[in-house]
């Protein structure tokens, strides 16, 4: 028996080509093959001595190998979770004040004819124009909603212009209504034109119910919806370019 031996036959090392021999596992004990393939991914050791001595240990390594990391999909499900959903929705435009509506010859307080100095009286402190006497300007009183215009036309007011959605006339129509609203609203009294700047646009005339009445109601159309609209004297309320 060798010298260094004791206790029986010494058994064979196994060897793999290309590798130093090794010990043999005991009968049953967990495969170095086993282990390779437990730790794929993770770092290896020095030798497959320690491979094979250390397997309660390797098992430990293998499972933290296959823990999920901050960055996982459980992690990036729960940032999203929290994000705040986005906002599609467009903001409907501020109401009108009550009570200010349009009618043949006024927008809410306003009416055609007033003075400037009847216009401030009645809805508010505004800015007046350079030459309040000029044969056109505009100014805005302040209880008006944006959007609301006075024209005046030598100090008096000729035309009321409303450009904004949320200020409708008497009968209901406001603008983003659509031109057979009007049509169906002012039955038989309505009259259109081409637009002079927008294709496809027209002006839609509303003739008063008394054929001597100069004051009318003017809207303006594009792709078949109401863009805005006036009501006013005559010349003034046809004026296209307003005081240009």
């Known amino acids: ?7 029986g036959r010494a058994r064979r090392p196994r060897t793999i080509p290309g590798r130093p021999p090794v010990a043999s596992p005991p009968n049953g004990s ?11 991914g993770c770092p290896t050791f020095a030798t497959e001595v320690v491979i094979v001595r250390a397997l309660p240990f390797l ?27 986005a906002d599609s929705t467009t903001p409907a435009p501020a109401p009108a004040p009550s009570g200010f509506t349009v009618s043949r010859d006024a927008a809410g307080p306003i009416r055609i004819g007033m003075s400037i100095d009847d216009l401030k009286n009645a809805a508010g402190d505004l800015t007046p124009p350079p030459n309040a ?16 215009l006075a024209m005046l036309a030598k100090g008096v007011v000729a035309r009321i212009d409303i450009d904004s959605a949320g200020v409708a006339t008497a ?6 209504d659509t ?11 309505v009259s259109a034109t081409p637009h002079k700047y927008v294709q496809g646009g027209q002006y839609l005339t509303v003739k ?37």
């Not at 028996?1 to 206790?7: A, E």
């Not at 967990?30 to 794929?40: H, I, P, V």
């Not at 006497?133 to 909603?145: D, K, L």
């Not at 919806?225 to 010349?235: D, F, N, Q, S, V």
């Open 30 to 40: 967990f495969g170095k093959t086993q282990a390779r393939e437990s730790l794929k």
């Open 133 to 148: 006497a000029a044969e056109c300007a505009y100014v805005h009183p302040a209880s008006a909603p944006a959007g609301v």
């Open 59 to 85: 098992f430990l390594a293998a499972a933290a190998c296959v823990e999920k990391s901050p960055g996982s999909a459980d992690s990036a499900g729960a940032s999203a979770d929290k994000a705040p959903p």
């Open 1 to 7: 028996m060798p010298s260094g031996l004791s206790g």
């Open 179 to 189: 031109v057979s609203k009007v049509n169906e609203t002012y039955a038989g009294r």
């Open 171 to 176: 009968e209901g129509v406001a603008v983003g």
């Open 208 to 244: 008063p119910v008394a054929p001597q009445d100069s004051l009318r109601l003017v809207f303006e159309s594009e792709s078949g919806r109401i863009t805005r609209y006036r009501i006013g004297r005559i010349p003034q309320v046809e004026w296209v370019e307003r005081c240009g």
